[in-house]
Nanobody
Framework: VQLQASGGGLVQAGGPLRLSCAASGRPFGTYVMGWFRQAPGKEREFVAAISRSGGITDYADSVKGRFSISRDNAINTGHLRMNSLKPEDTAVYYC?????????????????????WGQGTGVTVSS
């Protein structure tokens, strides 16, 4: 699976941004998709995940109610819609895919379970 993340950029606090993740090489609906982020000097952290069918989603507490993850298996694309952005959301955002997560539980937050990663797209939120 090859993943290509895009859509990052500079945005003012309170503004929206939508990230996209284009997948190729394997049927999109066969893996769980997640978004992670890594701020300078910090560890990579879980942001959101979505089940294979798109029917179940999970979010980090820090983004719950502001971010929305979605996917369209027909066009092999996933999205992360980010609203009400805060300066602390500044990070490089990565989309990831996993075939090692049988059910949508706490395991979706573990980067080690995702075998495929995109290259990352930078998001900077100015105050």
């Amino acid at each position: 699976v090859q993943l290509q993340a895009s859509g990052g950029g500079l945005v003012q606090a309170g503004g929206p941004l939508r990230l996209s993740c284009a997948a190729s090489g394997r049927p999109f609906g066969t893996y769980v998709m997640g978004w992670f982020r890594q701020a300078p000097g910090k560890e990579r952290e879980f942001v959101a995940a979505i089940s294979r069918s798109g029917g179940i989603t999970d979010y980090a507490d820090s983004v719950k109610g502001r971010f929305s993850i979605s996917r369209d298996n027909a066009i092999n694309t996933g999205h992360l819609r980010m609203n009400s952005l805060k300066p602390e959301d500044t990070a490089v955002y990565y989309c990831a895919a996993s075939t090692n997560i049988p059910t949508m539980n706490a395991s979706v937050m573990k980067p080690s379970l995702y075998g495929y990663w995109g290259q990352g797209t930078g998001v900077t939120v100015s105050s």
